[in-house]
C-alpha cells in the first residue's frame, strides 16, 4: 500500500516537473537531442529517482522499527 502511494506520488511529480519544463519552453530543445544525449539522461534521472525512493523508503523502515520496538519496551505496551 505504502509502496504505490509512494509510486503515485512520484508519478504526479514527475508530471508536475514536465509541464513546468513545457510552461518554460525547455521541452523542445530536449526534442531535438540525439539518441545518446537522450538515453543518458533518460539514466540520470532513473537513478535520482531510485535515489529518492532507496532513502524514503529506508528511512520509513527505520521509523517502522523504532515504533515497533518501542512498543515493545515501554511499560504499557503490548
Known amino acids: 500500500m505504502m509502496a504505490a502511494l509512494l509510486l503515485l506520488l512520484l508519478l504526479l511529480l514527475l508530471l ?29 534521472a532513473l537513478a535520482l529517482i531510485r535515489i529518492f525512493v532507496v532513502t524514503v523508503g529506508r528511512n520509513w523502515h527505520q521509523r517502522r522499527t523504532e515504533i515497533c520496538t518501542a512498543d515493545v519496551h515501554s511499560p504499557g505496551g503490548w
Request: charged share 0%.
Open 16 to 44: 508536475l516537473m514536465l509541464q513546468v519544463l513545457l510552461l518554460q519552453g525547455l521541452v523542445l530543445p530536449l526534442l531535438q537531442l540525439q539518441l545518446p544525449q537522450l538515453l543518458l539522461l533518460a539514466l540520470m
